[in-house]
């Protein structure tokens, strides 16, 4: 069995799309959670691209000790110094240099000759070597370079020290026979590249991300590049909870395995929906929430009599918990923490208290908490944390004959302030009292709200995305009362400026 590396860029590629912004404290839960699912690189960031991305890379590099880190940066030495900079912190760091070699790319992007970007890799990726023992150079648009070039360009890389070598299909143009193509072309036209891994990292534009990675490891890549829940550039990036289920699922055919801790998948997927405020769509393959559910009669009639009959996977396998106790609003602590042990979680004590205070406002709500609603209270415990303003209570006048008008009440350093305001609807008039509390004027660009959970007494999730100033804040939070839920979330977004 060849093994796969998982090289998981949620935090870089996934992380420049518009509305999956995340803060340093977000992207470090994201990189902890990432190292429970042993991905073998988690690429941080991009450290150059400004001081808060630099900050990013670092912390993680401080935070994470199994796995390898990475920093994206072009092939220029302010690039590669800013990159090593950053992760120099970690256990294993790892400088990710690209420059691109296509055509297109090179005479209009890069103004440069052919002979001016191999000019470029043999002294940059040489550079970055001499500081750091793993590098990896990417040919960026090497699926639209000239195979012939590429192949130069690549064993140039390899000569100077690349470690490992990308060929990424960043416009996602091509299909899996011709992914199998150029990757075979590489194979058989570098001498040197048995002496660095090969990689992949495909972009979904024409939804072959995930098709063309899996092609890739067919014919001899050793790395796959991809993202949590495919967020990405444009239509995204390959996703890896997919890529690792075709895998793991389909071994027999590709020959090959991951070293993924496959059970982490739900929750990580879940994490990031959760955290950047974008739904799982619910035909997703492998995490959605129809991706298990058997509707027609004849399919649930077979999976009764045979799991098999119409299931390639179980849900247990990607971690989705099948419901063994019930908690209640009896249940102790001790209870409630084994059950957390079980889920897979190991609190701190103070987390475990602020998790625990949670589920017993909860259960005094709900008569049975879930499963499912206990990973909820886990992927909005920062909402739950008391930060600058902190909700007080509220109280809505609204109807299809009057004007509807919201008093809410905050506490902010030990002083509670209430204002009151009226507006286009319930949730308008919360919102706008909220911004007369925090006297500033926060724009509401995008607001959600969705079910966590089933039943008639279901979590709802509200997800806000504010802006002040041209900065986006995304704020979250859960209740079982929608308008709870909504004015908790604002306030999120609003101590996130805070
Ligand atoms: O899509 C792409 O080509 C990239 C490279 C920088 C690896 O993201
Ligand atoms: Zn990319």
């Known amino acids: ?222 790395q796959v590049e991809c993202t949590v829940n495919g967020i990405g550039e444009r239509a995204g990036n390959a996703s890896l909870e997919e890529v690792v289920m075709g895998i793991t699922t389909r071994s027999d055919y590709y020959n090959a395995t991951t070293n993924i801790n496959t059970k982490q998948i739900y929750r990580t997927s879940k994490l990031i929906s959760s955290i950047i405020g974008v739904a799982i769509p619910p035909n997703k393959a492998i995490t959605g929430a129809n991706a298990f559910a058997h509707e027609a009669g004849i399919h649930q009639h077979g999976v009764l009599a045979n799991k098999e009959t119409y299931e390639i996977m179980t849900p247990s396998s990607i971690g989705i918990p099948e419901q063994q106790m019930v908690l209640g609003k009896h249940s102790g602590r001790h209870a409630f923490e084994e059950r957390l042990n079980s889920l897979g979680y190991q609190l701190e004590k103070e987390e475990l208290n602020v998790l625990f205070n949670s589920f017993k406002e909860l259960a005094d709500k709900k008569k049975i908490v879930s499963d499912l609603d206990i990973i909820s209270l886990l992927n909005n415990k920062e909402a739950t944390q008391v930060n600058t303003y902190a909700l007080e209570g509220f109280t809505i006048n609204s109807g299809s004959t009057i004007t509807a008008t919201a008093s809410v009440r905050v506490i902010n350093e030990g002083n509670i302030i209430e204002k009151v305001a009226i507006g286009d609807g319930p949730i308008d008039a919360a919102f706008k009292a909220i911004n007369a509390i925090v006297e500033n004027k926060f724009v509401l660009n995008d607001y959600i709200i969705h079910a966590v959970t089933e039943g008639e007494d279901a979590l709802g999730e509200a997800v806000v995305k504010l802006s002040l100033n041209g900065v986006q804040y995304t704020g979250r939070a859960i209740s079982t009362d929608i308008m709870e839920a909504s004015i908790k979330a604002y306030i999120n977004g609003v101590n996130k400026h805070m």
Do not use: W
């Open 1 to 222: 069995m060849n093994r796969i590396k998982i090289f998981d860029t949620t935090l870089r590629d996934g992380e420049q799309s518009p509305g999956c912004s995340m803060n340093l404290q977000e992207k470090i839960e994201v990189a902890r959670q990432l190292e429970k699912l042993n991905v073998d690189v988690i690429e941080a960031g991009f450290a150059i691209a400004s001081p808060m991305d630099f900050e990013s890379v670092k912390q993680i590099a401080k935070t994470v000790k199994e796995v390898t880190v990475a920093s994206l940066c072009r092939a220029v030495k302010n690039d590669i110094d800013s990159a090593y900079d950053a992760v120099k912190y970690a256990n294993n760091p790892l400088i990710h240099t690209f420059i691109a070699t296509s055509p297109i790319h090179m005479e209009y992007k890069l103004k440069m000759k052919p002979e001016q970007v191999l000019e470029q890799i043999e002294q940059m990726v040489g550079y970055a070597r001499s500081l750091c023992p793993n590098v990896e150079f990417s040919a960026e648009d090497a699926m639209r370079s000239d195979m012939d070039f590429l192949a130069k360009a690549i064993e140039l890389a390899i000569k100077k020290g690349a470690t490992v070598v990308n060929i990424p299909d960043t416009v996602g143009y091509r299909t899996p026979q011709e992914v199998m193509e150029y990757i075979t072309y590489i194979k058989n036209n570098v001498g040197n590249i048995n002496e660095a891994d090969i990689s992949v990292h495909c972009h979904n534009d024409l939804g072959m991300a995930v098709s063309n990675s899996l092609a890739a490891i067919k014919c001899g890549a050793t």
